[in-house]
């Protein structure tokens, strides 16, 4: 269940109809009620731990239900840290790759001018921090890897199917 992406995802197809589907995963969660928060929304369902087991580093299943053409459902799967967290390494991401971006172009602007490039150091700096949040991601996946695994599992009992995460 260990996976290098920030956001490991899947895709199932199931050979029911959308409708079908959405009773059938909801069916199956609720029987499990009191170890998963089920949030049903028109396009998707969202599966969190419960809030007594909730930890910071707690992974949430999104699945969204896609109609075929063959009339099946694709889902696409996607686990993830609470939208708060997720925020954190958004937001973290969305700043060093700005910073570093522009304190590049900023570095190559005083070389040309003969100036010190002291803006390397500070693209040298956002780099690194990116590094760091990308081994924080990782290791907040690990922290929830059990219950990443409890998600996945009662996805693949609600859908009778096994399902490769990638």
């Known amino acids: 269940m260990s996976s290098f992406r920030v956001r490991p995802r899947f895709e199932q197809m199931v050979e029911l109809t959308p409708d079908e589907t959405r009773a059938r995963i909801l069916k199956s969660l609720a029987q499990r009620a009191p170890d998963f928060e089920v949030k ?3 396009g998707f369902i ?17 699945l969204t239900l896609d109609a075929t053409t063959e009339g099946a459902t694709r889902i696409h799967g996607t ?10 390494f958004l937001y973290g991401y969305l700043i060093t790759g700005l910073l570093g971006t522009f304190s590049g172009a900023l570095g190559f602007a005083q070389r040309v001018v003969d100036s010190t490039p002291w803006g390397f150091w500070v693209t ?11 081994l924080g991601a990782q290791f907040g996946q690990k922290l929830g890897a059990w219950q990443t695994f409890q998600l996945h599992q009662a996805f693949q009992a609600a859908v009778g199917a096994p399902v490769e995460i990638h």
């Open 46 to 62: 969202g599966l969190h731990i419960a809030e007594g087991e909730r930890r910071f580093w707690s992974p949430r299943l999104f």
């Open 79 to 88: 686990y993830g840290p609470e939208i708060e967290v997720w925020g954190i």
């Open 124 to 134: 040298g700096s956002m780099a690194i921090i990116a590094g760091l949040l990308y």
């Open 40 to 42: 049903d929304f028109p």
